[in-house]
Nanobody, 126 residues
Framework: QVQLVESGGGLVQAGGSLRLACVAS????????MGWLRQAPGKEREFVAV????????YYAYSVKGRFTISRDNAKNTVYLQMNSQKPEDTAVYYC???????????????????WGQGTQDTVSS
């Protein structure tokens, strides 16, 4: 029912910045909490950030707190992830995901999310 299309991935040097975008289909986009999760080679998918319906509530993984910022523009059906001061360990495939309703209590668990985008590759070189 919900389709997510990501863009903005690329290659950057350590310390550089990149902004990811995810455009969601559907007429109830504003009623969905939106999240970003990532998967690095040889590692399990891990939580990055999540944002609530109105954009007022946000939560971040400790590893990205202070460097990454999640935001959303419901008029454009789009959620963003601004990634600043990137590190090589940020290299991963980044996925946007959504949950119908409020941010789940266990927002850092992948199985809490209902719909997923195709993923976009972010590569940070040293």
């Amino acid at each position: 029912q919900v389709q997510l299309v990501e863009s903005g991935g690329g290659l950057v040097q350590a310390g550089g910045s990149l902004r990811l975008a995810c455009v969601a289909s559907g007429r109830t986009f504003s009623n969905y909490a939106m999240g970003w999760l990532r998967q690095a080679p040889g590692k399990e998918r891990e939580f990055v950030a999540v944002i609530g319906w109105s954009g007022d509530s946000t939560y971040y993984a400790y590893s990205v707190k202070g460097r990454f910022t999640i935001s959303r523009d419901n008029a454009k059906n789009t959620v963003y992830l601004q990634m600043n001061s990137q590190k090589p360990e940020d290299t991963a495939v980044y996925y946007c995901a959504t949950v119908l309703g409020a941010i789940p209590y266990f927002y850092d668990r992948s199985n809490e999310y209902d719909y997923w985008g195709q993923g976009t590759q972010d590569t940070v070189s040293s």
